[in-house]
């Protein structure tokens, strides 16, 4: 009965590759988001989809590429990796603030390695 | 552009006292979080602050918002070694933009 879960937990991979992170939340909520926190803790928004619409794109890679096939879904797919690119991923759903939601519950989080 | 800071970011302390982390930001803001977050682990929606004056009180943690002063504050009182962990304050204005976090040890 896991509320956001993410798919895989850990991911080591080589640069070029192209891989994708999964994310599924069984809690109803219409919004979604990913999250990046890097090797010194930092934390930065990446995107944030409402009802399968992207409302958050910040300023990242076009190498990264959210897709939301339903509500419950949003997976981060990612092309040519960097070494940069290493980091954990958190995934994150809510109800959208407009209707009273503010909660974030977020997944285990994805710890991607570039080598 | 948003700038959100935190302070302190290292505090160790002992079991039973009280302290406080603060977060300024440097615009007006539609809502601020605190997280908590543990070693190796994911992270934990504490407090949702949305107007002048609120605050939320869960347990030993306390969250107060003052937007005219563009600070809120994270207060705990008689800390248990529990409470040990990283706290991040984000805040929200037409992005998220975090806080570089408190790494708060509490020593038994």
């Known amino acids: 009965d896991t509320a956001v879960s993410q798919t895989p937990k850990y991911l080591v991979t080589q640069m070029g590759n192209d891989k994708s992170i999964k994310c599924e939340q069984n809690?109803?909520?219409?919004?979604m988001y990913w999250y990046k926190q890097d090797s010194k803790k930092f934390l930065k928004i990446m995107f944030s989809?409402?009802?399968?619409?992207?409302?958050i794109n910040e300023t990242v890679p076009n190498r990264f590429s959210p897709k939301s096939p339903d509500k419950a879904h949003l997976n981060l797919h990612i092309n040519s990796l960097e070494l940069g690119d290493s980091a954990v991923y958190f995934c994150?759903?809510?109800?959208?603030?407009?209707?009273?939601?503010?909660?974030?519950?977020f997944g285990p989080g994805t710890r991607l390695t570039v080598l | 552009e948003l700038k959100v800071e935190q302070n302190p970011l290292f505090l160790s302390m002992q079991e039973g006292k009280n302290y406080t982390i603060y977060c300024n930001y440097s615009t007006t803001s539609d809502r601020l979080y605190w997280y908590r977050q543990d070693p190796g682990k994911s992270l934990e929606s504490l407090f949702v602050?949305?107007?002048?004056?609120a605050v939320k009180q869960e347990g030993r943690l306390m969250a107060s918002l003052d937007t005219k002063a563009r600070l809120s504050t994270l207060h705990i009182t008689a800390a248990v070694h529990d409470l040990s962990a990283t706290y991040f304050c984000?805040?929200?204005?037409?992005?998220?933009?975090f806080g570089k976090g408190t790494r708060l040890h509490i020593l038994p």
């Open positions: 994150a759903s809510s109800h959208p603030w407009t209707s009273g939601g503010d909660t974030q519950y």
């Open positions: 984000a805040v929200e204005a037409d992005k998220i933009i």
């Open positions: 989809y409402n009802n399968k619409e992207l409302i």
């Open positions: 602050l949305l107007s002048n004056g």
């Open positions: 809690l109803g909520h219409d919004t």
